[in-house]
């Protein structure tokens, strides 16, 4: 089981979030605080860890002052930002801390398990619309890279169409309610994307498309 830590100053979200995760994946410790999280990290050492943006304590830098506190970490644990916020400004400051991804608190249970289980992995989630901040941030949309046919002339239109959304940030199973397919057809599709594109993971997907300005 992957091991996560919980950072939110709500206990009553600590509880819920916890809940839903209880069934596949192990809540190994707990952080209401700047100071306590960060202390938490360092002495757990888990997989990912579930990190609120705004938290009180530490110097008012919330979720990046934990991120930027345990940079000596980043190789080895994985940060998810979990926010009731959707705001730009947050979204960017954590990312440019080190956070692999940034999920709402609108999400479901079943989602955030998988979104954790693929930040373990290496990939970089955002909840739908909360992509566009980043690449902005970012710049990757500057880039002149011209789309030959031939790179899209590989994939099908409805590959495109899951490309598309996939790199955008949404999950697979909000990829099937949008294109009104199986959660099973989609993964069917990534997987047909990612080596037709000689890509290995979303990360790399949602950059490829970035740089041709395909979102």
């Known amino acids: 089981m992957l091991r996560v830590v919980l950072v939110d100053d709500h206990r009553m979200i600590r509880a819920g979030v916890r809940s839903e995760l209880a069934a596949d994946l192990q809540v ?7 100071p306590t999280a960060i202390a938490a990290v360092h002495e ?6 579930l990190l609120d943006v705004h938290l009180p304590g530490g110097q008012g830098g919330g979720g990046a002052e934990v991120l930027r506190d345990c940079a000596d970490l980043l190789g080895d644990v994985r940060f998810l930002a979990l926010s009731v916020s959707d705001a ?5 400051s954590v990312i440019r801390a080190g956070a692999r991804g940034y999920v709402t608190k609108a999400i479901a249970g079943n989602d955030l398990s998988d979104a954790i289980r693929r930040v373990a992995g290496g990939d970089a989630v955002f909840s739908p619309r ?3 901040f980043v690449l902005d941030a970012f710049g990757t949309g500057a880039t002149d890279v011209a789309v030959t046919d031939d790179e899209l002339d590989r994939l099908s239109a409805r590959e495109q169409e899951v490309m598309r959304l996939i790199a955008r940030g949404y999950t697979y199973r909000e990829v099937a309610g949008e294109l009104f397919i199986s959660i099973k057809t989609v993964e069917t599709h990534v997987s047909a994307v990612l080596r037709k594109l000689q890509l290995s993971s979303r ?10 300005k395909l979102l």
Do not use: N
């Not at 757990?44 to 860890?49: Q, S, T």
């Open 203 to 212: 990360h790399e997907l949602t950059r490829w498309a970035a740089v041709r």
């Open 44 to 49: 757990l050492r888990p997989d990912v860890v």
């Open 130 to 132: 909360l992509a566009g």
């Open 28 to 34: 190994v410790g707990e952080a209401a605080d700047v």
């Open 88 to 92: 730009s400004e947050d979204v960017v």
